[in-house]
């Protein structure tokens, strides 16, 4: 796994022909995406450009500190983004924040402590970046679903609540369906992969020329560790999240007030 | 503390409540005393009846003014422990995934109680077949009972009824109001009964507490309050 290729700005240019193909598609059938295309075409540049300097910086300046330092704004930016997606959750940046600190915390520091990788800029930006990433989208997938949940279900919460249960016992069933949203989009496809399409870190190292094996068990690792976070910051998100639905006196708040 | 009566026949007592949501006064100064027995709030829909209801056994608080449960405010209770004690049913059934029985197991449960299906279901005026049913195989009135039996299963003291019959047919409403009667005379359960028809609150009520626009426009006998 030490093979290295050089990618020069020229084979970048170059497929960007694929780009023209897309544009070419939208235009011709009226998708009316040509200007999402370019918008994200330059984006992916810009932002990738940057954080590959970024990552050069880090990897040169060899400290635990500025990787500390990047995941956390990487974990903040998380929060931020998945907030939009759970609109219907009263405060939801919070248990998103803490839901993605702990995942990526938990995560990462398992596959120090287990041996997996060492403890090197090398390893932990690449796989915190994976890691925060799809703890991102569960998050905001299982919190997304709550607040509809929630939404949809007020009358059967009030009336368990009715009961004297508490919220915890009231939202039990929706703070569960929510946790499944968040992580069986993962789940399935790691059933899948390799059968329908290969992963991303497996395709990388095929292209920059190590063994399949090496490859394939490297993209094993990352699957289960990004099981293991998807499962973890949803867990705490949605575990946090719905005591936002309520007050202290175990009531359903009013939404919008 | 205002009152003396500890075990006078004041169930509970407001005192200038009020409530605004979404920018609109729904409860406006509100003062009213609600005795043991069986009483009916009325009035027209808006006017702030089912909100009252909700208030009683704090599934939402006022904004300004107070509300006390047998002489003491109700913030000095247990929110749960209230909710167990003072049953709400609400408008529409509203059961948990599953069977009957665990509807009622659960609720028994989470009061303490021991359970005996077939008797919750009997005084709800269902068949103790009823048990081993899906809740989702339940009509809109079947459903209506088994909340009824759900609440009873906890033994409350009292029963916070929101338009019981509002969903239902002639049949289904005179069994649940028969139903009802039969509660009061057998149980001896305080009976609060939400109604926007004057006719249901004569056949149910002794008392009643007649809202308009949130205010009180009348309050005590039932003649009396509905004339």
Redesign the interface.
Known sequence: MNGSIDVSLGQVAAALALVALAVAISSWRRAELERDIVIATVRSFVQLTAIGYAIKLIFDADTIWLVLALLSVMILFGAITARSRAKKVPNAFWPLLIGLAAAAATTLGLVVALGIFEPTPRYLVPVGGMVIGNAMTASAVALNRLGDEVGESR??I?????????AR?AAA?FVRRALRSGTITLVDSTKTTGLIFFPGTMVGMLLAGAEPADAVRLQLILLYALLGSVAISALVATGLAYRNFF?P????R?L?? | MRAVRDHGPVLFELRDVSLVRGGRTVLDSLSAEIELGATAIVGPSGAGKSTLLRLLNRLADPDAGSIAYRGRPLEHYDPLALRREVSLVPQLPALLPGSVESNLRYAAGLAGRGLDPGRCLGLAGLDPGFAARDVGELSVGEGQRVMLARALAQQPAVLLLDEPTAALDHGARDAIEATLGQLRSELEIALIIVSHDPEQARRLATRALRLEAGRVAACGPLEQALA
Do not use: K
């Open positions: 009358a059967g009030e009336a368990t609540l009715a009961l004297g249960a508490t016992e069933p007050t006196a175990q009531q359903l009013e919008g007030t």
